[in-house]
Structure formats: C-alpha cells, structure tokens
C-alpha cells in the first residue's frame, strides 16, 4: 500500500510561489497600524455593551481576579488585530481581503471595550503587546501565504477556541461584574460570527497537530498575560 501525506503537508510542499514582498507603502500601512493599535486610543464604531449594564460592585480580590481576565482578553484583541490584518495583506483574492479587514474592523470594538474595562479598574495592559502583536502578525501572514483556504481555516479555529476561552472566563467573573460579563457575551457572540462566517466562505479544517499547537501557544500567551 503506497504511503500518501496528508492533504495539509502537500499544500505546504506545493504551495504557489511566494508573492513580491510588500511595497514600501504596505509595510509604512502596517506599521502605522501597529503602532495606533499598540500605543494610541481604539475608538469602537458600537456603544460598549458594558455601559447597559448595572454598576458593578467588586472586593479587592475579586477586582484583582477581573482585572487578570481582562488583560487576557485585551491581548486576545490585540493578537486579532495583528492576525487579521496580515491574512488581509497576504490575500490575493479582494473579496477575502475585505473580509479579514471588516473583521479586524469589528474586532476593534472589542480591544476599546477590553481597554476601557481596564482603565475602569484603574489597570494597566500587557506589558507584552508588542510581542503578541508581532507573533500573532507573522502567524496571520503565513498563514495567507498557504491560500484563502487555509487562512480562512486558522481563522475559524481561531475563533473557536477563543469563544471556549471566554466561556471560561463567563464562568469565572465575579457575580457581581455585571459590566465585564456584558463586555464578554457580546464578544462572544462576535467570535462566533466571525468563525462562521469563515467556514462559510471557504474555511478548510486544520489538521489536529496544527489545533493542539495553537492551544499550547494561546494557553503560554493567556498565563504570562495575567501578570505581565
């Protein structure tokens, strides 16, 4: 019986040849939104969900464990950014390049109401963030060089796995942090959106190994970020 690799290790063995290397122009884009995203005040296009919701009333405990949850959340906005604006630069297909780029649009609104949460609990960011950033942006743009279709599919697990991660942190708030949950769900719901959106556009499964790196890399990212 003739031994055959798999589908995903033929598609990086065959994969067309690399695209010119970004203009001048695209790596100044790139830049500048690294630094607006890293350094400046993201402004949300929708009202911040939490705003609804009833005054939160926390302890010195249970303030300091909301605050961790938070920071791993507004790290999770930014590894987005960076993630789907390098699928988006990578694309070959317009069509799929807006699609990245309406997402890393949406995705925005969670890194302001993530951020505010934190300014609100008197918190401070990662200090890793240029670290996520630049990680999660090489991981988006090699992703892309392997076609719309494998992009697509790190974006659908992408997504899938941050909706379990804030299923757990649902589960974990404070009963009291109304305003945190309100953020969350909405979030949430987002994600799922996002995930299916892309399995609908073409999105191919990844293979298991590729699933469990992601989650070893993603579960180092949301340790170091609750404290740094």
């Known amino acids: 019986m003739a031994f055959r690799l798999p589908n995903w290790v033929t598609q990086l063995t065959t994969a067309p040849s690399l695209p010119a290397l970004p203009s001048v122009d695209s790596v100044i884009a790139e830049v500048d939104k690294a630094l607006k995203t890293l350094a400046a005040t993201p402004v949300a296009q929708r009202d911040n969900p939490g705003h609804a919701a009833s005054p939160s009333q926390l302890d010195d405990a249970e303030k300091a464990k909301v605050v961790g949850l938070m920071r791993v959340n507004h790290v999770g906005e930014v590894c987005a950014q960076a993630l789907y604006q390098a699928q988006a630069l990578a694309s070959r297909d317009p069509a799929k390049k807006a699609l990245f780029l309406e997402a ?13 949460r ?8 990662s200090l890793l963030n240029p670290l996520w950033y630049s990680g999660a942006f090489a991981l988006g743009f090699v992703a892309g ?6 992009s697509l599919g790190f974006m659908a697990e992408t997504e899938h796995q941050v909706e379990k991660h804030l299923n757990d942190h649902l589960g974990r708030l404070p009963a009291g942090d109304s305003t945190s949950r309100a953020i969350l769900q909405q979030m949430k719901d987002d994600e799922i959106a996002h995930g299916q959106t ?30 740094i």
């Open 104 to 116: 890393a649009r949406e995705e925005t609104d969670h890194l302001a109401w993530t951020q505010e």
């Open 145 to 150: 060089q392997l076609g719309d279709g494998v």
């Open 198 to 227: 892309a399995v609908a556009e073409g999105g191919q499964p990844l293979p298991l190994p590729v699933k469990l790196a992601m989650t070893a890399m993603s579960k180092v990212m949301t340790t170091l970020a609750q404290k």
């Open 118 to 125: 934190l300014q609100e609990l008197g918190a401070r960011p």
